[in-house]
Nanobody
Framework: EVRLVESGGGLVKPGGSLRLSCAASGFTFSAYTMTWVRQRPGEGLEWVSYITGHSAITDYSDSVKGRFTVSRDNAKNTLYLQMNSLRPEDTAVYFC?????????RGQGTQVTVSS
């Protein structure tokens, strides 16, 4: 059974930082590209970033490029998202997703709120 558990969200002021984690189990983690997506209040899922299985390739949406960094530790079956220079528009529920082509296999999400 695929299991993805996100953590690390919270309330942060504009300009602040957070590091999200996603603990994966039930599949061979290193064999999969992993993706972060988010859902802002009242909106659909939005792709944020992805990283290939052995970290050779990463990519980011224009809205977070230069501020967010995706990484993974295959020995710990864990995916990370370091978020710096946070803005109010980054407020969303953040999900980790197995794969790139579908957002179906995702965790329960972690809430990130950026507000003064």
């Amino acid at each position: 059974e695929v299991r993805l558990v996100e953590s690390g969200g919270g309330l942060v002021k504009p300009g602040g930082s957070l590091r999200l984690s996603c603990a994966a189990s039930g599949f061979t983690f290193s064999a999969y590209t992993m993706t972060w997506v988010r859902q802002r209040p009242g909106e659909g899922l939005e792709w944020v970033s992805y990283i290939t299985g052995h970290s050779a390739i990463t990519d980011y949406s224009d809205s977070v490029k230069g501020r967010f960094t995706v990484s993974r530790d295959n020995a710990k079956n864990t995916l990370y998202l370091q978020m710096n220079s946070l803005r109010p528009e980054d407020t969303a529920v953040y999900f980790c997703v197995r794969g790139r082509s579908s957002f179906e296999d995702r965790g329960q999400g972690t809430q990130v709120t950026v507000s003064s």
